[in-house]
């Protein structure tokens, strides 16, 4: 290779090292994108290795090299270990519910004497992404169509949460029809409990499609929020009647 070939190849492996170094801090910061994130630091490792052996062998600027070689180990044990430890130990969507030591079940009940009976039927799946494991609950509810009932299911927590750090609960929902509806409910170890719809307000797409909620916690005025023991998904037959189901995931507490 010529002395001027040389200094192209130099200048190129430079810029490449400049770009890849940005991209692989771009993909942990904004994309949040495992792959594009190790794929640029291998280019960020090898473009930054052809620039400093092509610097060395010129015999030139001994001590840029030494200063740009502690600068490249430094930026690729800092982005590598940082980039790595993000991704495992961060939920860009807050603090997951799963985090928490927890119970989930389903609940069903009617009023006594009542000739009609409601269910509940609680199905879990699990959804990996990036290191995170959220789960996914599908909940299949009948409420009565002339007496009082309800059903739901809860996610109790083994020892009281304090939510006050936290802004709202943010999560995924879809609704199986469009007549389909629930609320949120919050209870805090006194028994002290508030509830909001997951109506048309809350909702920003049709009913049935996937999208994601967020629902203030400071709209649960009655409750305790560093003393919260569960969080309820409910329907009765206040506000709706016969069957529907409804899809609940990615619960996380945002700040």
Request: aromatic residues 18%.
């Amino acid at each position: 290779m010529t002395t001027q070939w040389k200094k192209y190849a130099g200048f190129i492996a430079a810029i490449a090292s400049i770009l890849s170094l940005f991209r692989a801090v771009y993909d942990v910061l904004v994309e949040f994108n495992f792959f594009w994130f190790y794929a640029a630091l291998i280019i960020f490792v090898a473009s930054s290795i052809f620039y400093l052996f092509n610097l060395y062998r010129s015999g030139k600027h001994r001590l840029f090299w030494i200063l740009l070689t502690i600068f490249y180990l430094f930026s690729v044990v800092f982005v590598g270990a940082g980039g790595w430890y993000y991704f495992t130990q961060y939920d860009p969507d807050g603090f997951p519910v799963e985090n928490l030591n927890a119970n989930v079940f389903p609940y069903n009940g009617v009023a006594p004497n009542a000739k009609e009976q409601s269910s509940a039927s609680l199905s879990l799946n699990t959804n990996y992404n990036n290191f995170h494991t959220s789960f996914l609950y599908w909940l299949t509810y009948i409420i009565p169509m002339q007496d009082q009932g309800w059903a739901g299911f809860t996610i109790q927590f083994e020892q009281p949460v304090d939510l006050l750090p936290y802004r709202a609960i943010q999560f995924q929902i879809q609704y199986a029809d469009v007549d389909a509806l629930i609320e949120l409910h919050l209870k805090d170890d006194a028994g002290n409990f508030a509830k909001v719809r997951l109506d048309n307000h809350y909702l920003k797409k049709l009913p049935t499609d996937l999208q994601t909620v967020q629902v203030p916690l400071k709209l649960y005025k009655s409750v305790t929020l560093d003393h919260v023991k569960e969080i309820v998904f409910a329907a009765d037959d206040t506000f709706i009647r016969g069957k529907h189901s409804v899809l609940i995931s990615h619960i996380h507490f945002v700040k």
